[in-house]
């Protein structure tokens, strides 16, 4: 399985890290910024709780848990379209016309899933509004999704003991018991006063949010829950999470539309022995 949607943060190149650092033994499976969902996808864990704040994103987990063929079908039918600007910019204009609606069912997953494709660089930003405004990539890329992925992901979603959930991070994780695992992949501290991209929801992330997830992070270490979290190698990195184990790696950020600047080092953040 691999993931449906570009993402920025996606963990695709620290997987074999990931992989390697997680525990051994553990009763559920706990990601709280779920995002494309790359490390879920590798790991295949028998239960888990998954969630994000954006409500389109997770429509597409329930959509396909439900019913990945009618995801399917909606998104071939958008892919019968000449794909040049004029079609992407309608294309994106229904699709805020049912994030305006709330109207979070299978179309509304299949438009996400081809704006993603289609979209400048695979980015996913909202305005103040909630209303997706990136641009059209200025290419026709072809067929818009792996048929038999989103049915893997869809058989799996159904399958296992997954439940899906959109609220705050902190609000998910009040179930999570000692013998549970956690990975945070949360939107990314800064590099520079302009380098992160936390637009996924109207409402961003802030220092604020940081702090309070390093509190999070340290309470549930303190009550023998396995933690891990990755991030920008950044010294704020460093001072929140002071007393654990924390590894650098490079990576290279393929969302950042500056080729220059796609390169970079992340950490992960571990309390356990590995």
Request: proline fraction near 3%; glycine fraction near 6%.
């Amino acid at each position: 399985m691999e993931p449906f949607v570009k993402w920025a943060g996606g963990k695709r190149q620290l997987l074999d890290r990931i992989w390697e650092r997680t525990p051994n033994k553990f009763d559920t499976y706990y990601e709280p910024f779920i995002g494309g969902g790359a490390v879920l996808f590798r790991l295949k864990p028998a239960k888990a709780v998954i969630n994000d704040t954006n409500e389109q994103l997770i429509n597409i987990y329930r959509q396909l848990k439900a019913d990945p063929r009618a995801v399917i079908r909606a998104v071939n039918s958008l892919d019968r379209g000449p794909c040049d600007k004029e079609y992407y910019l309608k294309r994106r204009e229904e699709y805020n016309e049912k994030i305006q609606n709330k109207e979070l069912d299978a179309e509304c997953a299949a438009y996400m899933i081809w704006i993603n494709k289609h979209c400048f660089n695979g980015l996913y930003r909202v305005n103040n509004k909630g209303l997706f405004n990136v641009p059209y990539n200025n290419k026709q890329l072809g067929k818009s999704i792996d048929e038999a992925n989103l049915m893997s992901i869809g058989y799996y979603l159904q399958e296992a003991d997954v439940q899906i959930h959109c609220m705050d991070f902190e609000e998910v994780c009040k179930g999570i018991g000692k013998n549970d695992f956690v990975y945070f992949d949360s939107p990314y501290i800064p590099v520079s006063e302009t380098a992160s991209f936390t637009d996924y929801t109207k409402d961003g992330f802030t220092y604020d949010d940081h702090v309070r997830l390093s509190k999070l992070y340290k309470n549930l270490a303190d009550n023998g829950v396995k933690c891990m979290l990755s991030n920008h190698d950044v010294d704020l990195v460093y001072e929140l999470y002071d007393g654990f184990k924390i590894e650098s790696t490079d990576v290279k950020r393929n969302i950042n539309s500056n080729a220059k600047k796609r390169t970079g080092k992340e950490v992960i953040i571990t309390n356990y022995e590995i």
